[in-house]
């Protein structure tokens, strides 16, 4: 699991940017790239990372489930993700 502190942080990134977006958009559409570099660093939404929404963790994530690729595997092989079944050949 995720330290707190990390998760708290990406929360924190996603309400700054959803906040910056419409102000963005129309500082880009101007051309305005002065004024644009005086947004915070985290309005930009590169600075968002995806993370599982199950643990917090960065590395490892399938966006089509939002999770881990442990959490995924854990959920899949209990039966918890519907029309997921584990392969054999």
């Given at each position: 699991?995720?330290?707190?502190?990390?998760?708290?942080?990406?929360?924190?990134?996603?309400?700054?940017?959803?906040?910056?977006?419409?102000?963005?958009?129309?500082?880009?559409?101007?051309?305005?790239?002065?004024?644009?570099?005086?947004?915070?660093?985290?309005?930009?939404?590169?600075?968002?990372?995806?993370?599982?929404?199950?643990?917090?963790?960065r590395r490892g994530y399938m966006r089509r489930f939002k999770l881990s690729r442990i959490?995924?595997?854990?959920?899949?092989?209990?039966?918890?993700?519907?029309?997921?079944?584990?392969?054999?050949?």
């Open positions: 699991m995720a330290k707190k502190s990390w998760i708290e942080r990406d929360a924190r990134k996603r309400r700054t940017v959803e906040k910056y977006a419409e102000l963005r958009k129309e500082l880009k559409a101007k051309k305005d790239y002065a004024s644009l570099t005086q947004l915070p660093r985290d309005a930009s939404p590169t600075r968002l990372v995806n993370r599982c929404r199950a643990t917090g963790r959490t995924f595997r854990e959920l899949a092989s209990s039966g918890m993700i519907p029309g997921v079944t584990k392969s054999s050949w």
